[in-house]
């Protein structure tokens, strides 16, 4: 769903047609476009895409989702997320990593919802980093980190 709310569906891709392996010929337009895994992958025979959407503040809670599919031969993939703060070096691990659910049909979508609470304190810039990872048999591949839009709120260091 985008930022409007309206649905799309993205049809299953085969790794082995190039236009495929470019997000911006399947993006919906006006979405912050996906990463894929890369050449590597592309000539292992399959490829992964992922993203994450904004992060907002629910309650006292901060939330966000992220979108992972992936195409070609691999036994499973799943999401690797975590929230970040900023802080004056730069942006900093508020959580630890966490895992999605593990998919293993090629072309099913990974749709994942990341929480977690925000207790009250200083204000800080809040963001989710996420990561696709691919196992196949010659071991887990991680892909490029992506990082949805930030939300200011007062959830303390």
């Known amino acids: 769903m ?3 709310g309206k649905e799309w569906k993205s049809e299953g891709l085969d790794a082995s047609v190039p236009a495929n ?3 911006a010929n399947f993006a919906p337009q006006g979405v912050r476009l996906p990463r894929t895994a890369g050449k590597d992958a592309t000539a292992a025979g399959w490829i992964c895409s992922t993203w994450a959407r904004p992060t907002v503040l629910v309650g006292n809670y901060l939330s ?3 979108h992972e599919i992936c195409s070609g031969s691999f036994l499973y ?3 690797r997320g975590q929230f970040l703060s900023s802080s004056w070096s730069g942006p900093r691990a508020y959580t630890g ?3 999605s659910n593990f998919v293993y049909s090629p072309n099913e979508v990974n749709d994942t919802i990341w929480t977690i609470g925000c207790p009250g304190g200083g204000t800080y810039n809040y963001d989710l980093q ?3 990872h691919l196992v196949d048999t010659r071991g887990d ?3 490029p980190y992506e990082v949805g839009a930030i939300v200011r709120a007062a959830c303390g260091t």
Do not use: I
């Open 2 to 4: 985008d930022a409007s």
């Open 21 to 23: 392996n470019d997000p």
């Open 64 to 66: 966000s989702s992220s």
């Open 77 to 79: 993939h799943y999401t």
């Open 97 to 99: 990593w966490g895992k």
């Open 130 to 132: 996420v990561q696709t």
């Open 141 to 143: 591949h991680g892909g």
